[in-house]
Nanobody
C-alpha cells in the first residue's frame, strides 16, 4: 500500500506561483510513474503532468511552459512548480502513483489551489 500526501496549495493572485509537493510512503519510490491531476468544480479530473522513473515528462497543453514537474527520489517526493498561474488553474490537485510492477494505482487526498483574478 502506498500513501501519498500533498502539500503546498493555497490562494494566490493571477500571475503568481505555487509549488506543490507529494510525499510518498512507497518502498522503491524511484520506479513509480508519478503524476499530477486536477479537478475543478463541475469538471472531470484531468491530467496535468506526469514523470516517469527515467525522468521523462509530459504536460497537458494548457500548462506547458508554465508548470514544471520534477521528483527527488532520495526524498520520496514529487513536485509541481506552477508559475504564471491563471484563474482557470483553480482546482483540487491530486497526486498519483502507479507501480510498473503490479500496475497498482494510488491517489493522494487532494489539495486546493485557488487563483484569484
Amino acid at each position: 500500500q502506498v500513501q501519498l500526501v500533498e502539500s503546498g496549495g493555497g490562494l494566490v493572485q493571477a500571475g503568481g506561483s505555487l509549488r506543490l509537493s507529494c510525499r510518498a510512503s512507497a518502498t522503491h519510490f524511484s520506479i513509480y510513474t508519478m503524476g499530477w491531476y486536477r479537478q475543478a468544480p463541475g469538471n472531470q479530473r484531468e491530467l496535468v503532468a506526469t514523470i516517469t522513473s527515467g525522468g521523462f515528462t509530459n504536460y497537458v497543453d494548457s500548462v506547458r511552459g508554465r508548470f514544471t514537474i520534477s521528483r527527488d527520489n532520495a526524498k520520496n517526493t514529487m513536485y509541481l512548480q506552477m508559475n504564471s498561474l491563471k484563474p482557470e488553474d483553480t482546482a483540487v490537485y491530486y497526486c498519483k502513483a502507479q507501480s510498473p510492477v503490479t500496475g497498482g494505482i494510488y491517489w493522494g487526498q487532494g489539495i486546493q489551489v485557488t487563483v484569484s483574478s
